[in-house]
């Protein structure tokens, strides 16, 4: 792997740095999740481009962020002693209240993949065989931008109407709802034809918050369940001395290759703050100390069960490689941290 190569994928996985990700302030509750990372080599079924050109997320420009930031400004409902108690924190609970919540009322689709949540953008993929179905909610400022094809017609969804668009004659159909509260929705899907589309698409229904959090495959990482993949993800990994896990505790909802890339890259970084501190005082043993650590990333069980599914290990690997071999990594290690 050359160096263009390892700057593109450790670049994905923390495009904004582990600097920023320590200094997200606790009260933001982060959460944004790394997009970079959401944009693997995992293999997956995709749908063709849209023709609507507005960016969901504008990775050239400010997003792929370090962490989903938990919606800021949601309230916690009001406590009802009467209500049973939850499996889910408040936090998560906050955040996901503020969303559609939307599974597809039939037992061959299931979530497949949250790459992004956030109160007014997120998206949901399902999955049924090799197909999927996507579901964006994305901020009403938003609401009308759509290039220059009209739509095929209307569709009424979940009590709203809005346009059915596809591109050009294919069986890719997008369909708009209008703003209702802060976001509107899109959903999106290559079925085969308009008739399964709009099929599948009466099936969206809206649930309560637990039932939607239960409906999450093991796959996804939710924040109830962050301490224990931690744990178990650092169980053969070397940290070094000041290793703070607190940020990634505060993650919402992520699918599991993402969340190894995010819990990896803050071991990394780590690992390089006491890399540059012993540079800087000529500290041999300091330095050793992480030439060894990252030399033995390529027994790391996380990083093996990785690389099943995307090329994130390789880029670890080679550092750790790099390292050992005595090579000039300054440019890595600006990408990775």
């Given amino acids: 792997m050359n160096d263009s190569e ?7 996985a923390n495009p904004y740095g582990a600097d920023n990700l320590r200094q997200v302030p606790d009260e933001a509750a982060a959460s944004e ?64 209240d503020a969303t559609p919540r939307l599974l597809i009322d039939d037992p061959a689709w299931t979530i497949a993949d949250i790459p992004q949540f956030t109160a007014k953008e997120g998206e949901i993929k399902f999955r049924s065989g090799r197909q999927m179905f996507q579901v964006n909610w994305r901020a009403k400022e938003g609401y009308g931008v759509r290039g220059e094809v009209g739509p095929r017609g209307t569709i009424t969804l979940l009590g709203q109407t809005g346009p059915l668009y596809s591109s050009g004659m294919s ?3 997008e369909a708009y709802l209008p703003p209702k509260g802060d976001y509107y929705l899109t959903i999106r899907a290559d079925l085969g034809s308009e008739a399964k589309f709009r099929s599948v698409a009466a099936k969206l229904k809206t649930v309560d918050t637990d039932t939607w959090l239960d409906a999450m495959p093991a796959a996804i990482v939710k924040q109830s369940d962050a301490p224990r993949v931690v744990d178990e993800m650092l169980a053969d990994v070397p940290t070094p001395k000041g290793f703070d896990r607190a940020p990634l505790l505060k993650v919402l909802v992520l699918e599991r290759y993402q969340f190894g890339a995010m819990v990896i890259n803050a071991v990394t970084c780590t690992w ?3 890399w540059l501190a012993a540079k800087k005082t000529g500290d041999k043993a300091k330095e050793k100390e992480v030439v060894t650590a990252l030399a033995g990333s390529r027994s790391w069980k996380v990083l093996q069960e990785m690389a099943r599914r995307g090329r994130y290990s390789d880029g670890i690997w080679d550092l750790g490689d790099g390292l050992v071999k005595g090579k000039d990594l300054a440019r890595r290690w600006a990408n990775v941290c």
């Fill in 6 to 12: 390892f700057d593109r994928l450790v670049a994905r």
């Fill in 171 to 173: 069986t890719d159909f």
């Fill in 272 to 274: 390089h703050e006491q």
């Fill in 33 to 96: 999740l790394l997009e970079a990372i959401l944009n693997t080599d995992a293999p997956a079924p995709r749908l063709k481009p849209a023709t609507r050109r507005r960016p969901f997320i504008a990775i050239a420009a400010a997003a792929a962020a370090a962490v989903i930031a938990a919606a800021s400004g949601v309230f916690l409902p009001e406590n009802n002693p009467a209500a049973p108690v939850s499996a889910y924190g408040a936090e998560l609970r906050a955040a996901t």
